[in-house]
């Protein structure tokens, strides 16, 4: 219950990364393929490509359950241990963020050779394909761009509804049953949007006793993006 002298109280986000909690559809399902063949991996390593909130950072949680990996962010692997890290299978997220930062590239760079040399597989992450990165150590750049790379898109309907109700999950919210194929229908197609207008929906619902219905739906969608003429109610 909520009383004039009672605030509601934000409950905690929980994100879920176990494979259950990943949806597949047609959109994202040759990445979650080419990660599952891990084994197989040309020279044992993979770039997963996607935009923000794509769910790389749920694949390499995903993987890391499955092969025992760990998963370290690239950016302060210049005071990390690489011969530790490099003792089993290993991610690294957002290879870009140390573009320029030579003193890791070069452990990002000692690390690809150790990993691969003890024959464990190599994962890494990034909004971005390897092409785009712009590394100083020419050595690393082009063992990146010539790794397999693994793209998660922007999601279709399928995807865009299952992202939606993981995202309100994890907030512990429930929303009306029109909600989600209302906001499928109006919202831009992108993950980040959909983490947006979550949120929104989220801070919002605290104040309604309704909670998240069509309504408040329409009208986060219309104040986080200017609406097409007459958004239907």
Not at 182 to 208: K, N
Request: charged share 20%.
């Amino acid at each position: 219950m909520t009383g004039p002298d009672q605030l509601p109280l934000p409950l905690p986000v929980r994100p879920a990364l176990g494979r259950e909690d990943y949806f597949v559809s047609r959109s994202n399902g040759l990445a979650v393929a080419l990660m599952d063949d891990w084994r197989n991996w040309p020279n044992r390593k993979l770039v997963l490509v996607g935009p923000h909130g794509a769910g790389k950072t749920h694949l390499a949680h995903v993987w890391a359950a499955e092969t025992g990996a760990v998963i370290v962010p690239a950016k302060g692997l210049e005071t990390a241990d690489i011969p530790a890290l490099a003792n089993g299978p290993l991610c690294v997220e957002d290879v870009p963020a140390i573009a320029g930062d030579r003193p890791a590239e070069e452990a990002l760079f000692h690390l690809h050779n150790l990993t691969l040399a003890q024959g464990q597989p190599l994962m890494v992450t990034a909004q971005t394909p390897p092409a785009l990165w712009p590394l100083v150590i020419p050595d690393l750049k082009s063992r990146m761009e010539g790794t397999q790379t693994a793209t998660l898109p922007n999601p279709d309907d399928t995807l865009l509804s299952a992202v939606l109700a993981k995202l309100l999950a994890d907030r512990q919210c429930v929303p009306a049953p029109d909600v989600i194929p209302y906001l499928v229908r109006h919202m831009p197609r992108s993950f980040a949007m959909a983490r947006e207008l979550v949120s929104a929906l989220d801070a919002h619902a605290m104040t309604r006793p309704k909670g998240i219905t069509r309504a408040l739906a329409r009208e986060v969608l219309s104040r986080l993006e200017p609406p097409p003429p007459n958004l239907p109610e």
